[in-house]
């Protein structure tokens, strides 16, 4: 595939993600032995514009995007369960996008690589599980559906956006 026929897909980055990529393509530019300035060099420099530009126009943690609601559940791996004051079986997030749930999730102390860092069972498999990048989340808190209210998961943590800020 020719450098004319690659689209640029919506990514949805972390400030950390964006960060990298910004970093990979200042060093691709600065290593570059061609003369100066090369159509590739030139490339990027418009590439870090677009990134630069989107990532303004619509940022995962953007106040325009409307709060939703994501839910982790807990994998019992290893034959147990973690519960604490942050987390328990089932914990709610309150966030812009499904990033940024993530993001507040890591927070709190869930964490998305317990089998590659051998913390849980690798026949069991990770505990807790990252939102995937499309996910919409819900209006309302919601298990399977239904309202919180209406099923037997008592046993659950629902963390608003105000209070995720400020950790």
């Known amino acids: 595939m020719d450098s ?12 950390k993600e964006l960060n990298h990529v910004k970093a990979c393509i200042h060093w691709t530019k600065n290593t570059c032995k ?5 159509k590739s060099c030139e490339d990027l420099e418009e590439l870090l514009k677009k990134l630069d530009n989107s990532n303004e126009q619509e940022s ?34 309150e966030a812009h996008s499904p990033t940024e749930a993530n993001e507040f999730a890591e927070k709190l102390g ?31 808190v919601e298990l399977y559906g239904k309202p919180l209210d209406e099923t037997r998961a008592s046993r659950s943590k629902i963390w608003n956006y105000e209070t995720l800020r400020k950790l």
């Open 4 to 15: 004319t026929s690659v689209k640029m897909h919506k990514l949805e980055l972390t400030d």
């Open 34 to 38: 061609e003369p100066s300035p090369c």
């Open 60 to 93: 995962p943690t953007s106040p325009s995007k409307p709060l939703r609601w994501f839910l982790y559940n807990q994998n019992n791996s290893g034959g147990d369960l973690v519960k604490d004051d942050k987390v328990d079986n089932y914990v709610f997030i």
């Open 110 to 140: 869930i964490y998305f690589d317990g089998c590659e860092k051998e913390i849980d069972c690798e026949c069991c498999g990770d505990r807790w599980t990252a939102c995937w990048k499309d996910e919409q989340g819900t209006e309302t």
